[in-house]
């Protein structure tokens, strides 16, 4: 079972952008398709992103589209989201995971880090 790593977050203003990391503890995240998720309070955890094992297919909610940008570097064992024009509705705390694509299901023996605090007010 991969250990997640999540780094990058932070409080900003509304059209700000923030780079989020996902490594992976004691392992490699090479083998692995990843998904973003996030959960605000008083919210369920919804999918943001996610990405193939190889990079070459991406998927994004809706919400997100053309404003976020999931990438990764298997030579670094680090999976990204790149989140632009930020919103308040995009506050919340962030985690990544493995999981299925292309429907971004959390694998049946994936597993959650601390996760990464995003705020966005002005």
């Known amino acids: 079972q991969v250990q997640f790593v999540e780094s990058g977050g932070g409080s900003v203003q509304p059209g700000t952008s923030l780079k989020l990391s996902c490594a992976a503890s004691?392992?490699?995240?090479?083998?692995?398709?990843i998904g973003w998720f996030r959960q605000a309070p008083g919210k369920q955890r919804e999918g943001v992103s996610c990405?193939?094992?190889?990079?070459?297919?991406?998927y994004y909610a809706e919400s997100v589209k053309g404003r976020f940008t999931i990438s990764r570097d298997n030579g670094k064992s680090t999976v990204y989201l790149q989140m632009n024009s930020l919103k308040p509705e995009d506050t919340a705390i962030y985690h990544c995971?493995?999981?299925?694509?292309?429907?971004?299901?959390?694998?049946?023996?994936?597993?959650w880090g601390q996760g990464t605090q995003v705020t966005v007010s002005s």
């Open positions: 004691g392992g490699s995240l090479d083998n692995y398709a």
């Open positions: 990405i193939s094992t190889d990079g070459g297919n991406t």
């Open positions: 995971t493995t999981v299925r694509v292309p429907h971004c299901i959390p694998t049946l023996d994936h597993s």
